[in-house]
């Protein structure tokens, strides 16, 4: 059981480039999150998917896509990258009846 | 959405009973209050979960005062191990199949040997 896996762990970028970041869970859970965290920030919702099927746009979805390519899959595309985008990402998912959300343990994103 | 309030960084040292206090003035009668915890490095954890009262687990106690407008969680004898973030988040369950919560920027627990 792995919980919440994300790919790659680090990644640099350079502007204008794009990317999809991964993110899979084992947990049969119906609810999936992107989060970024800035340096000494919080994390703020990118956009979230509540069940497969379903995406919805966060706190800060501009420069961002998703796809919940199954139940157990949900990716995060940046179509042409910017420096405002570096950033350390975070998926997560949380089961319908607990709420409690798991995360995975983040991909470092540099964009020059 | 519930603001919360939380102070931005406390010191402790290593065995003292750490208390965290969060402020939500306006939260709502259908919302419940969340702890997670964040290590350098790594996603949030889920800590503990309460909606009144006191709530404790093997990591941690919550208390909630019967108005609800603030919580403490309670971290009985902290080590070195215990530095990190601590959010507190306000939201209500099952809200359509997600969690609309929204994670602040925490409390930064320093633990001091």
């Known amino acids: 059981n792995a919980g919440v896996t994300q790919t790659p762990k680090f990644q640099v970028l350079k502007t204008g480039q794009s990317m999809t970041l991964q993110c899979a869970q084992d947990?049969?859970?119906?609810?999936m999150y992107w989060y970024r965290q800035d340096p000494g920030m919080g994390l703020r919702l990118i956009y979230y998917?509540?069940?497969?099927?379903?995406?919805d746009k966060g706190e800060v979805p501009n420069g961002y896509n998703v796809s919940r390519l199954n139940k157990r899959e949900f990716s995060l595309r940046l179509e042409s990258a910017a420096p405002s985008q570096t950033s350390v990402y975070f998926c997560?998912?949380?089961?319908?009846?607990?709420?409690?959300?798991?995360f995975g343990p983040g991909t470092r994103l540099t964009v020059l | 959405l519930a603001k919360t309030t939380q102070p931005i960084s406390m010191d402790s040292y290593e065995g003292q009973e750490v208390n965290i206090t969060c402020s939500h003035n306006?939260?709502?009668?259908?919302?419940?209050i969340t702890w997670y915890q964040q290590f350098p490095s790594q996603g949030p954890r889920f800590i503990i979960q309460?909606?009144?009262t006191k709530v404790t687990n093997e990591v941690a106690s919550l208390f909630i005062p019967a108005d609800r407008k603030s919580s403490t969680l309670s971290l009985p004898r902290v080590s070195l191990s215990d530095t990190a973030v601590y959010y507190c988040?306000?939201?209500?369950?099952?809200?359509?199949?997600?969690?609309?919560?929204?994670f602040g920027t925490g409390t930064k627990l320093q633990v001091i040997p």
């Open positions: 997560a998912s949380s089961s319908h009846y607990t709420d409690t959300q798991y």
């Open positions: 947990m049969n859970h119906n609810s």
């Open positions: 998917s509540a069940s497969e099927g379903t995406t």
């Open positions: 306006n939260i709502a009668t259908n919302d419940y």
């Open positions: 309460g909606y009144k």
């Open positions: 988040l306000v939201g209500p369950l099952n809200s359509g199949g997600y969690q609309k919560v929204t």
